[in-house]
């Protein structure tokens, strides 16, 4: 149901898409698009105009309209995609701006989702930590992908009956591999099988080269951190459509965060014109294959 409420407004003949306002925006409500800045969603503006003093052009105002009203979860669940960094300037801009409601909803977003408050992290580093919390005060909830675990070494390969080699040699055959780096027109992807993995992936699992990456082309991303997940989208779509590769594999952590890898991955399946067969095989957090099946 849409409510009278202020909301940015952008001018499209004096905007020149210089693209100045949309950092100055941490609720990711502004996207450039055939070279204008654009509001994206009425939900994800709060109307308090961050982004107005950044236009060199005066191209954005406040208007008060009937929109839809201002969502902080979808804004927060938005931001976390972006990265750390996004969130924190997101949280300073709602104590700078006194919305109590608003900052109230973005904490308690944070800690059911077991993600550290980064305003709390900057200022323990500010006091110099000395004061080094419990892990029980660093992760408010039993959330796997950020709780501190132990692990006991596993039986060594005389222990286990395997035989041990004095060297594993590396299956790589590219550079670079990090996903915002990697060309999807570079030749190595041309007609390949190429893997996908979370960063944490490869150190988890004790043989990923000989069993994930031997033969294949790589992409590392990380669904939590990372920055871009348009861009992430953009790319593996294009592997698919221009690249043509032949298989995709995904490899991700048992831990829920890394479900934002695969969520990528089915979405450039959707909107890409090919159809390539994608194998999600998830690690344990103890460095065993827990599943694997076709999508």
Not at 41 to 59: T, V
Not at 93 to 121: T, Y
Not at 277 to 294: C, E, L, T
Request: glycine share 8%; with cysteine; aromatic share 4%.
């Amino acid at each position: 149901m849409k409510t009278k409420r202020k909301i940015i407004k952008i001018d499209e003949d004096k905007c020149d898409g210089c693209g100045l306002c949309i950092p100055n925006c941490p609720e990711g409500a502004l996207q450039i698009i055939d070279g204008k800045a654009r509001l994206i969603s009425d939900l994800l503006c709060d109307g308090l105009g961050a982004c107005l003093g950044e236009c060199p052009k005066g191209a954005i105002t406040i208007e008060e309209r009937a929109a839809v009203p201002y969502d902080e979860k979808k804004v927060m669940e938005n931001m976390v995609k972006m990265g750390g960094n996004t969130v924190k300037a997101h949280l300073k801009h709602l104590n700078d701006h006194g919305q109590s409601d608003f900052l109230k909803q973005a904490l308690d977003f944070l800690k059911k989702k077991c993600i550290p408050n980064p305003l709390e992290e900057e200022s323990r580093k500010a006091q110099g930590a000395s004061h080094k919390p419990e892990a029980a005060e660093r992760t408010p909830c039993g959330c796997p992908g950020a709780r501190e675990m132990t692990f006991g070494p596993k039986a060594s390969g005389a222990e286990s009956g395997l035989v041990e080699t004095a060297a594993v040699a590396s299956q790589l055959r590219q550079w670079p591999v990090q996903l915002h780096l990697v060309s999807p027109l570079a030749p190595y992807f041309n007609k390949a099988d190429v893997v996908l993995a979370a960063d944490c992936a490869a150190y988890a699992y004790g043989d990923f080269h000989n069993n994930f990456l031997k033969g294949k082309a790589l992409a590392i991303a990380c669904p939590k951190l990372d920055a871009g997940r348009e861009i992430y989208i953009e790319k593996i779509k294009s592997l698919i459509d221009d690249a043509q590769i032949n298989t995709l594999t995904v490899v991700t952590m048992e831990v829920p965060c890394c479900l934002g890898l695969v969520a990528m991955v089915r979405e450039a399946l959707g909107s890409a014109k090919r159809k390539v067969p994608v194998k999600h095989v998830v690690i344990s957090m103890q460095g065993d294959i827990k599943s694997s099946a076709w999508l």
